[in-house]
């Protein structure tokens, strides 16, 4: 899926592309992160399958990852990344109009996450949704909040990329459980009428590589219960085809970058900062090497994380600003690559306005830490009330029957 015009590539850089000029632009103003505290190095991998951290480390560059602990989900996780994130943009919970979120472990299929987070932060006036794009899911969710700020739409959104991978991955597969990590990003989009904020997207799909990469089951294929999964893959355990996805991760890099500057009218150099999809430095020094640029233009975290799958843009983008390496007026580009399989490439031109004065952040943040309490409330006496309303209803049947009978006593047939 194309989501922005090809025709007009090289236009003037800074004007996003895609929908007629609004003169609404979607501006990313709040980034968080929350990842367990839980850290499991390669040695630690080492006592569960037959690898070593020299073999991890040099065929991946990953050191450790975190590992939730059984308090810790896709949506506890996903919900600390967005009140972080709102705390950034001085954003309260009730001014948000949409919340997604990009997963590959979802809390269940349904309600969503998106739904779990959008009653714990109690943003009581947003619509909620997973988005299912794997590892490209965040630059997806992006986009779809996006182009709804600027077409105006919504005004605020908050996008989030969670994840418990360690959930979902088959711990007997040294091929695959050595990669994955747990962790949650997020990141508030706002409307502004300064130019600038997402400029461009390229969102891509090849189903027919849907084999290379997957975590089957739990679907509507699975008929009385029994799910057949072919090649001896697991339900509900992930699988991969690593050399075959390799190549394609390193492919797809270049092309999208290249596609979705083009279309901002910038070149893939001007790029301040390249936030990618942290799978493999192998695969980023690859794409580095095809595009003509300097590695070190890509962030990378992966190391310290492995691949969080889609929470791993919005973690090394939190990073990259933390650390100084984004600042206004920047170029940033994200490139996305996983199961589908999906791709996805997105440029921004970074300009989040100056923070409210602290006076106002702490009355704000007091407000949103009133809203998340309250939602609380709400959540329990809702809980509550639906059980007295049960009780009630159960109650009722027996009173009528109790009255009709009383008065047939009273009065009988003739
Ligand atoms: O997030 C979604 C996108 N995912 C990706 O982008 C992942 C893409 N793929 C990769 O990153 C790499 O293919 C892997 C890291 C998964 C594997 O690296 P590789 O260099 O492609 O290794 P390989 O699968 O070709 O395996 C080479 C050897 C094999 O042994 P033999 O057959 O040569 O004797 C494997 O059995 O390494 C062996 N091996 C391991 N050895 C120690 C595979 N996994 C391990 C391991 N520890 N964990």
Redesign the pocket.
């Known amino acids: 899926m194309a989501t922005t015009n090809s025709g007009r590539a090289g236009q003037r850089a800074g004007r996003p592309i895609g929908l007629p000029d609004t003169g609404i632009y979607a501006h990313v103003v709040g980034w968080g992160m929350a990842v367990p505290d839980k850290i499991m190095t390669n040695d630690d991998m080492s006592a569960i ?4 951290d020299e ?2 480390q040099s ?2 560059g990953i050191k450790e990852r975190r590992i939730a602990s059984d308090k810790e989900s896709t949506a506890t996780l996903g919900l600390k990344a967005a009140q972080r994130a709102l705390d950034i943009a001085d954003v309260l919970p009730t001014e948000l109009d949409l919340v997604i979120v990009a997963t590959s472990s979802a809390e269940h299929i349904f309600p969503s996450t998106a739904s779990l987070i959008q009653a714990w932060l109690g943003a009581t006036n947003a619509g909620a949704f997973d988005l299912s794009a794997a ?1 490209s899911g965040f630059v997806y969710g992006m986009q779809m909040a996006a182009q709804s700020i600027r077409s105006g739409a919504i005004r605020t959104a908050v996008i989030i990329g969670s994840e418990t991978m360690s959930r979902v991955v088959d711990w007997s597969d ?2 695959t459980c ?2 994955f990590g747990d962790g949650a990003g997020a990141v508030v989009l706002r409307a502004s009428d300064t130019e600038g904020g997402v400029l461009s997207a390229i969102l891509r799909s090849d189903g027919t590589g849907g084999d290379l ?1 997957g975590l089957p089951g739990f679907g509507s294929n699975d008929i009385d219960g029994v799910v057949e999964i072919a090649n001896g893959h697991r339900q509900g355990k992930m699988h ?1 085809n ?2 075959e ?2 190549k394609f ?1 390193t492919r797809v890099i270049g092309e999208s970058l290249t596609q979705a500057t083009d279309q901002a009218g910038i070149k893939v150099s001007d790029l301040k900062v390249i936030v990618p ?1 942290q ?2 430095a192998r ?1 980023l020094q690859a794409a580095a090497r095809s595009l003509k640029i300097n590695e070190s233009q890509f962030m990378m975290n992966l190391d310290r994380y492995g ?1 969080t ?1 889609a929470a791993s843009i919005p973690i090394a983008l939190c990073e990259a600003v933390q650390t100084g390496r984004i600042l206004p007026d920047d170029y940033v580009g994200f490139v996305g ?3 589908g399989l999906t791709w996805a490439a997105m440029v921004l031109k970074w300009g989040a306005p100056q923070s409210a004065p602290a006076a106002t952040n702490f009355i704000n943040r007091q407000r949103r830490l009133f809203a998340y309490n309250l939602a609380t409330f709400r959540r329990t006496l809702q809980r509550v009330s639906r059980r007295l309303n049960n009780l009630i209803g159960r109650l009722r049947p027996q009173g009528k029957m109790e009255r009709l009978r009383k008065r047939v006593e009273r009065e009988p047939f003739e």
């Not at 399958?49 to 070593?52: I, L, R, W």
Request: proline content about 0%.
């Open positions: 399958v037959d690898t070593t073999w991890i065929r991946t590892c040294r091929g050595i990669l990469l991969m690593g050399g996805v390799f991760a999809h799978a493999n695969i691949n799958s690559f996983g199961g």
